[in-house]
C-alpha cells in the first residue's frame, strides 16, 4: 500500500504561479512511476504529466508543455509540480498518482491522493 497526500494548492491570478507536493509513504516510493493528473468542474480526470521512478524521464500533456514541471526528490518521499504562467483553465483538483508503468492513462496507476484545489482567477 502506498499513501499519497497532496499540498500547495491554493488561489492565485492568472499568469502566476504555485507549486505542489506529493508526500508518499508505505512501498518504496522510487520504485514507482509518479504522475499528476487533474479534473476541473464537469469534467473528466485529465492527465497532466508523469515522471520515472529514477526522475530522469518526464512526459506532459500538450496544454501545460512549457509551464509545468515534475519532479520527484525520493530521498523525501515527494514528487513535485511546478506550475508557472498559471491560466483560468487550469483550474482543478490536482491528483498525484503512483503506479508501475511510465503511461497517460489513469488506469495505470494503482495509488492516488486526495486532491489538492488550484483555482485561478482572471
Known amino acids: 500500500q502506498v499513501q499519497l497526500v497532496e499540498s500547495g494548492g491554493g488561489l492565485v491570478q492568472a499568469g502566476g504561479s504555485l507549486r505542489l507536493s506529493c508526500a508518499a509513504s508505505?512501498?518504496?516510493?522510487?520504485?514507482?512511476?509518479m504522475a499528476w493528473f487533474r479534473q476541473a468542474p464537469g469534467k473528466e480526470r485529465e492527465f497532466v504529466a508523469v515522471t520515472t521512478p529514477s526522475g530522469g524521464t518526464t512526459s506532459y500533456v500538450d496544454f501545460v508543455k512549457g509551464r509545468f514541471t515534475i519532479s520527484r526528490d525520493n530521498a523525501k518521499n515527494t514528487v513535485l509540480l511546478q506550475m508557472n504562467s498559471l491560466k483560468p483553465e487550469d483550474t482543478a483538483v490536482y491528483y498525484c498518482a503512483a503506479g508501475p508503468r511510465f503511461t497517460r492513462t489513469e488506469y495505470g496507476y494503482d495509488y492516488w491522493g486526495q486532491g489538492t484545489q488550484v483555482t485561478v482567477s482572471s
Open positions: 508505505g512501498r518504496t516510493f522510487s520504485g514507482y512511476n
